[in-house]
């Protein structure tokens, strides 16, 4: 809690104005308190954003590199990821640069995680986004070798995810990843897609369907994930997902004839 301002405030205003100088000064100095601690909160909101936007790209060289080799294709997709974010000048270098930052061969890979980890505690949602990332650039060439499930599995272990909760994401991923390569950017969507890429089986109930789309979609919100730390720049691929869980939703929806 800021307070000097209403102190300082409070002793001007009277030394001027005696009592009613006084509480003019602590109102005047509560409003520059106010003023201090939002700009202050924009300030470590503008790092959040910062640090999460460099250990995105920095990682995504690290995993990219974990086959053994930085792929054309590899490149390709960080490349992609860079033109839907609409990256251009400092902002594509800064992310060019830690993608190959990354790649080196000192990347200190468990103490940036730990770092990310207290950058994004108590915010699961930008966790998630970005272990999606990752595997999004794991199957840039269409699956994930054993190198690069190793990766993964340390970059979900570092974050506080169960080897369970990265199967899931892998699922519903490489599901997305099925539908996008075989539809050429069609909106038809498979069923089999649209139950994995929602993380279900056709066993699944209506309510558990219904459930388990509302969660997802307030998982992936752009505004809510923006609001806790993703870079503005991000934005764009929280939309991507969310139209896909719609998509993947309203498929089972209509198929199902549900309300």
Known sequence: MRIWGKIFGFIIGYMFGRIFGAILGLWLG???DKRQGFEGLISKG????????????????HVAKASGQVTQTDIKIATLLMDQM??????????????????????????????????TFGRPELVQMFIEIQIQTALSDGEI??????????????????????DALLQRWQAE?????????SQKMGMGDAYSLLGLTEAASDQE??????????????????????????MALAKAKTQDIQLAYERIKTTRGMR
Do not use: C, W
């Not at 190198?147 to 080897?163: F, N, P, R, Y």
């Not at 990843?177 to 950017?185: E, K, L, R, T, Y």
């Open 177 to 185: 990843f099925h539908h996008h390569s075989s539809n050429s950017g």
């Open 30 to 32: 509560h409003l520059y």
């Open 145 to 166: 070798e054993s190198k690069e499930h190793a990766v993964l599995s340390t970059i979900a272990k570092a974050l506080g995810l169960s080897s369970q909760d990265l």
């Open 86 to 119: 609409k990256l251009s000048g400092q902002a594509r270098q800064d992310a060019q640069q830690a993608f190959k930052t990354g790649r080196d061969a000192d990347f200190d890979l468990q103490q940036t995680l730990a770092d990310f980890r207290k950058l």
């Open 209 to 234: 369907i219904k459930k388990t789309y509302r969660k997802l979609m307030n998982e992936h919100h752009p505004d809510k994930l923006v609001a806790k730390g993703l870079p503005e720049e991000m």
């Open 46 to 61: 503008r790092e959040r954003q910062a640090q999460f936007f460099n250990t995105t790209f920095a990682v995504m060289g």
